[in-house]
């Protein structure tokens, strides 16, 4: 016989490692709840959430092709605007 299924038999389609693989990745999604509920937000946490957003909104409209600064008459601004206020609703801040 030649072909594939001659090339290793012990490899088969739906053979014990996947069952024994798919029970590994059913057991890890059981373990204990996240960690990150059992942080705090420290005080200069507005600031760094400012600084994600912005870094992320310049690298959305260089992606575009805008301007990264681009003057308020443009339309660029306002989509500028709108995507940064998007990432800080994102973080969990509202507008003041």
């Not at 946490?45 to 600084?51: C, G």
Request: net charge neutral; hydrophobic share 35%; proline share 11%.
């Amino acid at each position: 016989m030649t072909g594939f299924e001659n090339a290793s038999p012990w490899i088969r389609p739906g053979g014990p490692a996947i069952a024994v693989l798919s029970a590994i990745l059913l057991l890890s999604g059981c373990s204990s709840p996240p960690a990150y509920r059992e942080w705090t937000a420290s005080p200069d946490v507005p600031t760094i959430a400012y600084d994600e957003c912005t870094e992320q909104v310049d690298h959305t409209m260089r992606l575009r092709g805008y301007p990264l600064r681009p003057l308020p008459e443009t339309p660029q601004y306002g989509y500028r605007k709108e995507i940064f206020a998007l990432c800080m609703r994102r973080k969990g801040y509202a507008t003041e």
